[in-house]
C-alpha cells in the first residue's frame, strides 16, 4: 500500500485551511519513545497526562510533547525539562520558556487564562521568560500515529538540527500526517506542509523578520480551517507578508439551499484598516484514498476552497 502522503502529493491534494487549531500550544519537553497518544503513552506520568488533557479542554490551549532530533533510546525520565508557552494571536503572540524538574507544576496553569493569550500563569508557575533564541520548528516524528510522520519528519528534523539550525524540536502530533514533513513554527503558529529543508530555513529566516513565508503553508493554528484559508489567500492577493498585518475579523457560516457543501464567508482585516471579504466552500479531496498509513477504509479528506477573495470599500464595513 502507498504511504499516505505519497498519495496526497500524487494527487496535488491543497494543503492551505489544515492546519491544527490552537490559539496557544504548550510544549513539555519528553526524550524516548512516544505513542500514538503521547500524552498518556510515553514516559510521562499517564495520570498527569490524564490531567493536563482535561485542564487543557475547551481553553483552546494544545499540549504538545516535544525531544531534541536524533535516535530516541528508552533512557527513562530526564532530571530537567524545556517547557515552552506560545499564544499565536495576531497583534498578540509571544513565545515563552522555562525549565522544571517537576512536570506536575504544570497543573498550576491557569490554561483559561493561558488560551486568552495571559503569559502571566506560565511566568509565575514556571518561572517563565520571553524565549530570546531563534524562532522554534517543531517537526512532527511520531510514527505511532502515521508511518510517514517517522519516515519523513525524523530524517527533515535531522538535517536541519545537523546544518546547525536553531529551534528545532520533534513534537508528537501536529495533524494532518498526509502532508507528511509537518512543520509548525513558532511564535506566529503557521504550520507547513511536505516541508524540505530549504524551505523550513526559509520560513525561519522571514519569521526573524518577522515575516511570512507562504509556500507550502498551512494556515496560521489561531484560526478555524475556513479562516485559515481565507487569510493565506488575502495575503496572496494583497502581496502581504508581514506576520501581524492581517487578522480574521468574522467567519459566517453561510447555509445555502443550492449548496450540499458548508460554506463561509470570512472577513480579513489589514492593520492599516483595509478589509476583504473572502468566500470558502468545503470541498472533498477525490478520488477516495485511505487518509491514513494502515488505514484501509476509503475517505475523501475535507479540503477548504477559496472562491472568492473581494476587497471590501471603506463604506462597506463603515460603521
Known sequence: ??????????????????AATARTWLLVEQPGPWGAKALTSSHL??????????AANGTGVRIALIRRPGRHADCGTPAVRQVYAAHTMPGGSWLHAATTADPSQLLDLDFTALGRGDHHT?????????????????????????????????????????????????VTHLGGHRF?????????????????AHTIKDVLHAVQEGRIVTEGCRGR?????????????????????????????????????????????VTVAHAD????????????????????????VLGAPARMDVVAVRELTPTAFAV
Not at 527533515?156 to 538540527?161: K, P, V
Request: glycine letters at 10%; a negative charge; one cysteine or more.
Open 221 to 265: 493554528s489561531a484560526w478555524e480551517r475556513p479562516a485559515q484559508a481565507a487569510e493565506l489567500a488575502v495575503r496572496t492577493a494583497a502581496g502581504e507578508y508581514a506576520a501581524d498585518a492581517l487578522s480574521v475579523v468574522g467567519t459566517e457560516h453561510d447555509v445555502r439551499a443550492d449548496e450540499a457543501a458548508p460554506h463561509w464567508e
Open 122 to 170: 506560565f511566568d509565575a508557575a514556571l518561572q517563565g521568560r520571553p524565549h530570546t533564541g531563534a524562532p522554534l520548528a517543531l517537526v512532527c516524528t511520531n510514527g505511532k500515529r502515521d508511518r510517514c510522520c517517522a519516515l519523513l519528519g525524523r530524517p527533515l528534523a535531522t538535517e536541519l538540527a545537523a546544518s546547525g539550525t536553531g529551534g528545532i524540536w520533534e
Open 180 to 196: 507528511s514533513p509537518t512543520v509548525l513554527v513558532l511564535p506566529y503558529g503557521y504550520a507547513y506542509g511536505r516541508a524540505e
Open 273 to 296: 484598516g483595509r478589509r476583504w471579504r473572502v468566500s470558502v466552500a468545503q470541498g472533498a479531496s477525490l478520488p477516495p484514498r485511505p487518509e491514513s498509513c494502515g488505514v484501509s
Open 45 to 54: 506520568d499517564p495520570a498527569l497526562g490524564r490531567a493536563l488533557e482535561a
Open 1 to 18: 500500500m502507498s504511504r499516505c502522503a505519497t498519495v496526497s502529493r500524487d494527487l496535488h491534494e491543497p494543503v492551505s485551511g489544515t
